[in-house]
C-alpha cells in the first residue's frame, strides 16, 4: 500500500512539474516572439492570453503611427491606440473648423465641448436665439437666453393681472424651471392662483 502511495504521489508531483514547465515554456515562447516583433503570430499562437492582448494593442500602436487611424478603430476599438485614434480625428476636424462633425462624431472627444461653444456662440451672435435653444440649450450660450427670456416674461407677468398673468408664470414654470428667476415665478404664481378663486 504504501508503494502505491510512493508511486501516485511521484506521478502527481511529475504531472504538476510537466505542467509548470509547459506554462514556463509558453510565456517564455510567447515573450520571445513579443521581442522579436512578431506580434501577428502572438495573436495566433496563443488568442485569449495576455501575450495575445498585449501583441494586439502594440499592433494598433503601430497602425496609429503609420497614421491608419481607421484600421484601429475597425480592428482593435478597445485598444488605447484606439482612443488616440479617435482624439487623433476628432483633432483633425476641429483644426479644419468643422465643429458640428466633431460634436455630432465624437461627443465624447474634449474637443466636443470646444466644438459645441464655437457652434452656440455662432448662433449667438447671429441672432438665431431660437435655433440656439433648439441645438444646443444647455450650452453657456443657450442658458444666457433662456435666464433672458426668462426675465422678460416675468417682468411682463409683473405688469399684468388675472388670467393673462398666470398664464405667463405659468410659461416661465414651464419652460423656464432651471432658470434663476423660477423662484420668484412660482411664488407670484401661487399668490395669482389664490387671488383668482
Do not use: W
Not at 103 to 113: C, G, I, K, R, V
Not at 121 to 132: A, H, I
Not at 140 to 169: F, M, P, T, Y
Amino acid at each position: 500500500m504504501k508503494f502505491f502511495k510512493i508511486v501516485i504521489l511521484t506521478g502527481l508531483a511529475l504531472f504538476v512539474l510537466g505542467v509548470f514547465a509547459g506554462c514556463q515554456g509558453e510565456a517564455g515562447s510567447a515573450q520571445k516572439l513579443l521581442a522579436d516583433g512578431k506580434y501577428e503570430e502572438v495573436i495566433q499562437k496563443y488568442p485569449g492570453t495576455q501575450f495575445a492582448r498585449r501583441a494586439e494593442a502594440l499592433v494598433a500602436e503601430k497602425l496609429l503611427a503609420e497614421g491608419k487611424a481607421d484600421e484601429v478603430l475597425e480592428k482593435y476599438p478597445h485598444s488605447r491606440a484606439a482612443y488616440l485614434a479617435v482624439q487623433e480625428k476628432a483633432k483633425n476636424l476641429y483644426d479644419q473648423k468643422q465643429y458640428r462633425a466633431v460634436f455630432e462624431q465624437f461627443p465624447n472627444s474634449p474637443l466636443a465641448t470646444d466644438a459645441q461653444r464655437i457652434l452656440a456662440d455662432e448662433l449667438y451672435n447671429q441672432g438665431l436665439f431660437d435655433s440656439l435653444l433648439a441645438a444646443y440649450p444647455e450650452s453657456d450660450r443657450g442658458k444666457e437666453v433662456k435666464e433672458a427670456r426668462a426675465e422678460e416674461l416675468l417682468n411682463n407677468a409683473k405688469k399684468l393681472s388675472g388670467a393673462k398673468k398666470i398664464e405667463v408664470l405659468e410659461e416661465i414654470a414651464r419652460s423656464y424651471n432651471q432658470t434663476k428667476v423660477y423662484k420668484e415665478a412660482a411664488r407670484m404664481l401661487s399668490d395669482a392662483r389664490s387671488k383668482s378663486k
